[in-house]
């Protein structure tokens, strides 16, 4: 019977946890290591909502792209959602695992995800880590088929399911042959997309400042930190699936963007 921890390893195995930030807590969030795994619920998110799916349909292990505890917790009275899913897990039996920036920074983690999705070719992150072997860091930044940059900006916004895709609008009409990008929150890689000489950087969670500052100078594309990061589900299952063929593994049908847009008229 295969056990939280034979997840946990498998996971590692692929993203290793010294790849993490230090800022961040990857790993097992909840449960005894030794539990017996009846069922695996992939997301990105540990909501209450991804809680009782996990109890519909009998899995007792759920695995997420974003750590449900980041920086600890004083005490468990039900007062916020991480605390009544915490709370929840203990009661039922359910285990919580997170791989996140070592999920990222690893070979064929996050950005190579994306990379693939988009057909970019020789590949290498746009930053590397500094435990790695020179394939693993984060983001990316590879060659595409010379595209004109309103085409490309559609491949992007049809690839990733994007409702409302922000670009630099200061930016001239060029045409994509090189793209860096990075899942998630990529701001803080704009200087090295730039430095890579990308023609567009593609992330999620890019500031006003950053259109203003960096756009005259390079295509800047923001296509949210969940449509970015939603194919770390993908990635979680081959990992767990290389490894464990006979785990039962689920993707969350319940998982939707916290991110609401109003569109004017």
């Known amino acids: 019977m295969t056990k939280v921890k034979d997840i946990a390893q498998a996971i590692e195995l692929f993203a290793p946890l010294q790849l993490k930030e230090s800022w961040d807590n990857p790993g097992l969030q909840v449960g005894d290591p030794e539990m017996n795994v009846s069922a695996v619920l992939l997301c990105l998110d540990v909501t209450e909502e991804i809680m009782q799916e996990a109890m519909k349909r009998d899995c007792n292990m759920i695995v997420s792209h974003h750590p449900l505890i980041f920086g600890g917790l004083k005490r468990l009275t039900g007062a916020s959602p991480v605390e009544r899913i915490a709370e929840l897990a203990i009661r039922e039996g359910i285990a919580i695992y997170s791989a996140h920036t070592n999920l990222d ?10 990379a693939h999705m988009l057909g970019l070719s020789d590949c290498r992150p746009l930053e590397l880590s500094s435990t790695g072997d020179g394939k693993q860091g984060l983001g990316i930044v590879g060659n595409v088929r010379p595209t004109p940059k309103l085409e490309f900006l559609r491949k992007v916004r049809e ?52 259109f203003t500052t960096y756009g005259p100078d390079i295509l800047l594309a923001d296509i949210g930190h969940f449509e970015s990061e939603l194919c770390s589900r993908k990635i979680l299952f081959r990992a767990i699936r290389e490894r464990l063929p006979e785990c039962v593994i689920y993707f969350s049908e319940c998982e939707k963007n916290p991110v609401r847009i109003m569109s004017g008229e």
């Open 105 to 114: 920074s690893t070979y064929e983690g996050v950005s190579y995800e994306m």
């Open 159 to 210: 690839t990733f399911e994007v409702k409302e895709l922000r670009y630099s609008a200061q930016t001239p009409g060029i045409v994509v042959r090189k793209v860096a990008l990075c899942g998630g929150s990529g701001g803080s890689l704009l200087k090295e997309a730039l430095e890579s000489e990308a023609d567009v950087y593609l992330c999620g969670d890019l500031k006003y400042h950053d």
